[in-house]
Nanobody, 111 residues
Framework: DLVEAGGGLVQSGGSLTLSCAASGSSFSGYNVGWYRQIRGQPRELVAFITFEGETTYVDSVKGRFTISRDNAKKTVDLQMNLLKSEDTARYYC???????WGQGTEVTVSP
């Protein structure tokens, strides 16, 4: 299972850190991504980190968001800086190759 935490309401320009906590012994072998979904729209990949620590980002968050992982703690964090109103969405962490997903956490950025 994956459980997200850290969402909330923040003003434009502010910061939030989302955390994804995993259970299970195979976490260190998972590639994990942070995704977001606006109601009525498809879920989009925001940032991705391989089990080896390689990262990729969607263009709209490059330079503002940072994904990181701690395999000992079984967590994957998403540090979000310089937030914009268009970042408002429900954020999910997921390990797509294992088809394991969290329930999501809401992020609302006020103008």
């Amino acid at each position: 299972d994956l459980v997200e935490a850290g969402g909330g309401l923040v003003q434009s320009g502010g910061s939030l850190t989302l955390s994804c906590a995993a259970s299970g012994s195979s976490f260190s072998g998972y590639n994990v991504g942070w995704y977001r979904q606006i109601r009525g729209q498809p879920r989009e990949l925001v940032a991705f980190i391989t089990f080896e620590g390689e990262t990729t980002y969607v263009d709209s968050v490059k330079g503002r968001f940072t994904i990181s992982r701690d395999n000992a703690k079984k967590t994957v964090d998403l540090q979000m800086n310089l937030l914009k109103s268009e970042d408002t969405a429900r954020y999910y962490c997921g390990a797509p190759t294992a088809d394991v997903w969290g329930q999501g956490t809401e992020v609302t950025v006020s103008p």
